[in-house]
């Protein structure tokens, strides 16, 4: 489904991603770790489209087409969804109005009838009520006033809505209680199925042992240092990065 | 002619002064209206166009604008008002519509049956002729520094509507006075209102300026608002001017005590636009809200130039204006918050933005404050900057096209300026003629 070559990134002339390689098939969950500083939002930000970043090497394929080629909202259209660590707040755009005009532009780019107003309420109203948003929070404008755990609700929302083909989450685990890390990793669980794949980012194991990985990559100057399986972040978490890096060294 | 008068300088000027005496004789009304126009020429002559060292028209110079002075618009004819009669500009319904074809009232555009009680609405044309006790409070309301234009107003008053509500009347029903040019060719036009409203009276009133493209029309209105003591009024304008049109209008309004005044303006329209509001706080515990959008694109420039003159003691005063600006347009915002010494305990704010969605625009805001009263809370910003990129990514990655996401984001920049219109209806018509103005954008490129 989805498969990074070589890839080289710059940012403002520094080097971020370099060699970076990756191949996710239908249905996988992959789980990328790393420190800070060893380019794991930078990969999330290169796969969703966002300016700034200079490819200077390397391809991304994604169903076979070249992803680099395409603007954001084409990939996003292509079945690409980003959950960001900061969700970003949208003061006066309403989220009932962001989530209609974001289901249907979707919806009408992969060929599919938009869809009506009750069709539209009573789906995210069902979604809502799996991850535990209440309709007062759909009230307000996009993540404008929501807490850290609602910001990660909401993202998990507009994920299920959309139904990607490759869920990009970026330390969607950064700032939750355990309360809300349930509820966020049970939405992701319930989006996993054989055709969709999830590249799950974290710092910590926590999130893995509710979002239960078929790889574990860990990242280290821009690059993958070491695969497992999910014991691999286990003995992360015992053993820490450093010792890990200096072995993969 | 008075000896204190200068000559007056430019083609444009000297057209005006010979249109005025060709006109001056013809004009209805008698002797007391007739010195009025006079003064307000002499007071024209003696200034000539506004240029740009006048402050107030620091950034729209009229008299390089105003290079040529189209006749004076005649009685509007036929064909004129079957025009003005196929075109809707505001899609409401029940709204009690007056219209005002090429600055003349046209009864069969006009609505006046089933008046509501205590609600008086006389062309001005005929008001003149029958000398109405309303005419004695025309041209009594003067902003706080002289305006050529509004004394061009009073010089060619000639015809325009007045509107009385009488005390503790509460009127459901909007009045709408619509100001429609629809001559074939560029002419000049002018039109007086009054509208008093009366003790604890509660209306809503619209007013709204249009033109067919592509005609060099110039437009000059001026509307006189008396609020009095309790009384509440919703005022909506909508300028949809043609996009040659030089449209120049004056809103002179005075809010007695306890008296709540919202105002809400959305200008798409003209090549050249200027609105001027004047509002004087006259009364205690007063509260005035002025909200105002403008969205230009191409070469057109718009000035909204504000004056809220706090007089008294306790009152309350909002302002938010935003500007979105596209292509090479030019937005230009003053706003002046004046705090006299008597008026202790206002609380004033005022909150102009500007969003520049292209190279080639330009936003001029100019908020001021002078306060002499010691005891106040007044406060004013001006922010201006292109669109969020980082938003715009975060739409971008929920699969919105780029259009679209901008579209949003530029709602969201200019909706609270349109929120406050407390008629559903009417909000409701604004949202979507600025919505018009975005879909315009979005297929442009």
């Not at chain 2, 909000?427 to 103005?437: K, P, Q, Y």
Request: charged letters at 25%.
């Amino acid at each position: 489904m989805l498969e990074i070559k070589n890839l080289h990134v710059e940012v403002a002339d520094r080097k971020i991603l370099q060699g970076f390689d990756l191949k996710v098939d239908a249905g996988q969950a992959h789980a990328i770790m790393g420190p800070n500083g060893s380019g794991k939002s930078t990969l999330a930000y290169v796969l969703a489209g966002k300016p700034g970043y200079t490819i200077t090497e390397g391809s991304v394929t994604f169903d076979g087409e070249d992803l680099l080629e395409l603007a954001p909202d084409e990939r996003a259209a292509k079945g690409i969804f980003l959950a960001f660590q900061y969700p970003m707040e949208i003061p006066g755009v309403a989220s009932m109005v962001f989530l209609r005009t974001a289901l249907n532009a979707v919806r009408k780019r992969r060929g599919e009838p938009e869809l009506s107003t009750p069709d539209f309420l009573r789906l995210v109203r069902e979604k809502a009520k799996d991850l535990s948003i209440d309709q007062e929070m759909l009230k307000r404008a996009v993540n404008v006033g929501f807490s850290g755990g609602e910001k990660k609700r909401a993202e998990i929302l507009q994920m299920s809505l959309l139904e990607p083909k490759l869920c990009v989450l970026d330390e969607t685990d950064s700032g939750l209680d355990i309360d809300a890390l349930k509820i966020v990793a049970d939405g992701v669980n319930r989006l996993r199925s054989p055709n969709r794949s999830m590249i799950v980012i974290t710092h910590y194991q926590r999130l893995l042992d509710y979002i239960v990985p078929d790889v574990v990559h860990i990242m280290a100057k821009g690059k993958i240092v070491r695969c497992g399986g999910p014991d691999l972040a286990r003995e992360l978490e015992e053993r820490g990065y450093a010792a890990i890096e200096a072995e993969a060294a | 002619m008075n000896a204190d008068i200068r000559p007056i300088r430019t083609p444009a000027e000297q057209a005006l002064a010979s249109a005025y005496e060709d006109t001056k004789t013809r004009l209805p009304g008698g002797s007391e209206i007739a010195r009025l126009r006079e003064r307000a020429f002499s007071a024209f002559a003696d200034s000539g166009l506004p240029s740009r060292r006048v402050e107030e028209w620091k950034y729209t110079d009229l008299r390089t604008l105003l290079r040529e002075v189209a006749p004076l618009a005649g009685p509007p004819d036929a064909s004129a008002i079957a025009r003005a009669k196929e075109t809707v500009s505001l899609p409401v319904t029940n709204l009690r519509q007056i219209t005002l074809v090429n600055g003349a009232f046209v009864p069969e555009l006009s609505d006046l049956d089933g008046l509501e009680k205590k609600l008086s609405i006389v062309p001005l044309a005929t008001a003149l002729a029958e000398k109405h006790p309303l005419l004695g409070m025309i041209g009594k309301l003067r902003p706080e520094t002289r305006d050529a234009t509004l004394a061009l107003n009073t010089a060619f008053l000639n015809d325009g509507v007045l509107i009385e509500v009488g005390e503790g009347a509460v009127i459901e029903r909007p009045i709408y006075v619509r100001h429609v040019f629809a001559g074939g060719a560029a002419a000049m036009v002018f039109a007086r209102s009054l509208v008093s409203i009366g003790k604890g009276a509660a209306a809503t009133f619209v007013e709204s300026f249009e033109g067919p493209a592509d005609v060099a029309y110039q437009r000059n209105a001026t509307t006189e608002l008396y609020i009095a003591d309790r009384a509440n009024l919703s005022f909506v304008r909508l300028q949809t001017e043609g996009d040659s049109a030089l449209h120049v209008s004056s809103l002179l309004a005075e809010v007695a005590g306890g008296a709540e005044f919202s105002f809400s303006t959305l200008t798409v329209g003209g090549a050249v636009s200027r609105q001027n509001v004047s509002l004087r706080l006259a009364g205690e515990h007063t509260q005035i809200n002025l909200a105002g959008a403008t969205l230009l694109r191409g070469r057109q420039h718009a000035d909204s130039t504000l004056v809220l003159d706090h007089a008294v003691p306790n009152c309350t005063s909002r302002v938010t204006f935003r500007n979105v600006l596209d292509e090479t347009s030019r937005g230009v915002v003053q706003g002046r918050i004046v705090v006299r010494p008597d008026a202790q305990k206002t609380d004033a704010r005022m909150s102009l933005g500007a969003l520049l969605l292209a190279e080639g625009a330009e936003a001029d805001q100019k908020p001021e404050l002078e306060i002499f009263a010691d005891d106040v809370q007044c406060a004013h910003g001006a922010t201006s900057g292109a669109l969020d990129e980082q938003l715009l990514f975060y739409l971008l990655t929920r699969g919105i096209p780029r259009k679209q996401a901008e579209a949003l984001l530029i709602q969201a920049f200019f909706g609270a300026a349109l929120e406050e219109v407390r008629h559903e209806g009417l909000r409701e018509a604004l949202v979507e003629r600025a919505a018009d103005w975005l879909e315009l954008r979005g297929s442009a490129s």
